[in-house]
């Protein structure tokens, strides 16, 4: 849900969760439109988009994706990408956010602090668990080397959804 409370993100699945995208819907006097699959999600079902999620200023919405990345064009793991909200209120095309933030496991269940910080669960080498919460923090207008937050808050178990 945006801050202003004008516009939903949600994820679609068909098929036992084969294929999703998301969606969106906005308010306008009071009224809900009809939900419609989001301009840079996927739309023909070639991979799979989830948890999309706004930045505290509504700017800017996070997602993870199994869409191919600049890197490996036969990505198959979920990776973490943004869009941006332009001047004339459309989104931007989706960018990844690259190989200091993501790794060769999946990187999910992203959110963003207001300092701009990027939390979100891994299923990378040397966690403590199958899957632990990781910090990106936001320095100079780039997201750094993620850190894992120790077993504090991650343990043998799985941890997820941040935020």
Not at 10 to 20: E, H, N, Q
Not at 21 to 31: G, P, Y
Not at 67 to 81: A, E, L, V, Y
């Amino acid at each position: 849900v945006s801050p202003d409370g004008k516009e939903i993100f949600f994820v679609k699945s068909w098929g036992g969760r084969d294929s999703l995208a998301i969606f969106h819907t906005k308010k306008a006097k009071n009224k809900w439109s009809i939900p419609e699959r989001a301009s840079f999600s996927n739309q023909q079902n070639e991979y799979k988009d989830i948890d999309p999620i706004f930045s505290p200023d509504g700017r800017t919405l996070i997602f993870n994706s199994t869409r191919p990345t600049p890197q490996d064009p036969q990505n198959k793991d979920f990776d973490i990408w943004i869009v941006k909200k332009k001047t004339d209120n459309t989104w931007s095309n989706p960018i990844h956010l690259g190989e200091n933030v993501n790794s060769d496991s999946s990187d999910f269940y992203a959110s963003v602090a207001n300092n701009g910080n990027l939390y979100f669960a891994s299923m990378r080498q040397g966690n403590y668990g199958r899957i632990d919460i990781y910090k990106s923090e936001y320095k100079h207008g780039t997201y750094q080397k993620p850190v894992n937050l120790g077993q504090n808050i991650n343990g043998s178990s799985d941890g997820s959804n941040p935020y």
